[in-house]
C-alpha cells in the first residue's frame, strides 16, 4: 500500500507562479512511474506530467510545456510541479499518481490515467483574471 498526498494549491493570478507537491509514505517512488494529471468540474482527468523515478525521464502535455517542470527531493520522496505563467484555463483540481512499472509497456502507457494504481485527494488550483 502506497499513500499519496499532495499540497500546495490555491489561489493565484493570471502570469503568477504556484508549486505543488506530491509526497509518498508506505514506500519509496524509487522503482516508479509518478504523475500528475488535472481535473475540470464535469470533464475527466487530464493528463499533465509524469517522470520515471529512476533515471529521471520526463514527459509534458502540450497545454503545460514550457511553463510548468518536475522537480524531485529524493530525501524527502516528494515531487513537485512547479508552475509558471500560470494561466485562467489552469484552473482545476490538480492530482498526484503513482505505479510500479507494468512490463512490456512502453511510456505512453504512463499518458493515461487508468496506468496509475495509486491516487492522491487533489489539490485545488484556481488562477484568477
Known amino acids: 500500500q502506497v499513500q499519496v498526498v499532495e499540497s500546495g494549491g490555491g489561489l493565484v493570478q493570471a502570469g503568477g507562479s504556484l508549486r505543488l507537491s506530491c509526497a509518498a509514505s508506505?514506500?519509496?517512488?524509487?522503482?516508479?512511474?509518478v504523475g500528475w494529471f488535472r481535473q475540470y468540474p464535469g470533464k475527466e482527468r487530464e493528463f499533465v506530467a509524469y517522470?520515471?523515478?529512476?533515471?529521471?525521464?520526463?514527459y509534458y502535455a502540450d497545454s503545460v510545456k514550457g511553463r510548468f517542470a518536475l522537480s524531485r527531493d529524493n530525501a524527502k520522496n516528494t515531487l513537485y510541479l512547479q508552475m509558471y505563467s500560470l494561466k485562467v484555463e489552469d484552473t482545476a483540481v490538480y492530482y498526484c499518481a503513482a505505479t510500479a512499472p507494468v512490463p512490456f509497456n512502453s511510456g505512453s502507457y504512463y499518458y493515461t490515467s487508468q496506468a496509475y494504481l495509486y491516487w492522491g485527494q487533489g489539490t485545488q488550483v484556481t488562477v484568477s483574471s
Open positions: 517522470i520515471r523515478w529512476n533515471g529521471g525521464t520526463t
Open positions: 508506505g514506500r519509496t517512488f524509487s522503482s516508479y512511474y
